[in-house]
């Protein structure tokens, strides 16, 4: 596990939730090792590889709510690909999450690039708080 501070995480969040116009309800992160993650993939996904979170949402209305699976063994390999310290791939591996339950998405043609985008804002917010 990174270590987390958890009251600036949750000003953070709280902070880019806001941004979006939303408020932050029930929000559980699980952390697994990439043998869970997997097994979540293709248990509900159908999808069958290896990924850094899996974002259940459960938002209603405004108040972002959902159930974030994320694999340390993956946040800790990408961090080391792209030669930056773990607790910062963290956050931002986190804060994906919550840009989803925002409404964000990354999937569809250009929208990585605005996930990337959101998730660079929010780093910089995390940088204030």
Not at 37 to 66: E, K, M, P, W
Not at 91 to 120: F, Q, S, T, W
């Amino acid at each position: 596990m990174p270590s987390i501070d958890a009251e600036r995480m949750r000003a953070w969040v709280q902070a880019v939730a806001a941004s979006y116009g939303r408020r932050v309800g029930s929000i559980a992160y699980i952390f697994v090792d990439d043998e869970e993650i997997l097994r979540v993939n293709r248990q509900f996904l159908q999808h069958d590889y290896y990924t850094d979170i899996i974002t259940f949402d459960d938002s209603q209305g405004a108040v972002i709510c959902g159930d974030l699976f994320i694999s340390l063994d993956t946040v800790r390999s990408n961090a080391e690909g792209l030669g930056v310290p773990y607790e910062q791939e963290m956050y931002r591996v986190i804060i994906h999450g919550i840009l989803h339950l925002c409404g964000v998405n990354d999937k569809g043609p250009g929208e990585r690039e605005i996930m990337e985008a959101a998730e660079n804002r929010a780093l910089v917010m995390f940088n204030e708080h």
